[in-house]
């Protein structure tokens, strides 16, 4: 599965953001999904998942209620919405993908995006 992820940009403090995350393969609806950031000088921190059929999803507690993970399986695309964005959102955003469900940790991602930057304005 190759993955790309799109939609960052530069918002202000209050604002919404979509991310997308395209995927080529034929296996991906095999496929849990997953959304991670990484911002500068920090480890890589898990964001949301979602199950191969759409149906569970997963969320970073600090993120519940802002963000939502949802997926398009004969589109293949992946999206992260996120709403009433602070400046502690900013990083590179990554899709990943995962055999396994629920999994928040990136080890457990087999395949990787190239990443998107969200960088938010107070």
């Known amino acids: 599965v190759q993955l790309q992820a799109s939609g960052g940009g530069l918002v202000q403090a209050g604002d919404s953001l979509r991310l997308s995350c395209a995927a080529s393969?034929?296996?991906?609806?095999?496929?849990?999904m997953g959304w991670f950031r990484q911002a500068p000088g920090k480890e890589r921190e898990f964001v949301a998942a979602?199950?191969?059929?759409?149906?569970?999803?997963y969320y970073a507690d600090s993120l519940k209620g802002r963000f939502t993970i949802s997926r398009d399986n004969a589109k293949k695309m992946v999206f992260l919405q996120m709403n009433s964005l602070k400046s502690e959102d900013t990083a590179v955003y990554y899709c990943?993908?995962?055999?396994?469900?629920?999994?928040?940790?990136?080890?457990?991602?087999?395949?990787w995006g190239q990443g998107t930057q969200v960088t938010v304005s107070s």
């Open positions: 393969g034929r296996t991906f609806g095999a496929y849990a």
């Open positions: 990943a993908a995962s055999v396994n469900l629920g999994v928040v940790v990136p080890v457990e991602y087999d395949y």
């Open positions: 979602i199950s191969w059929s759409g149906q569970s999803t």
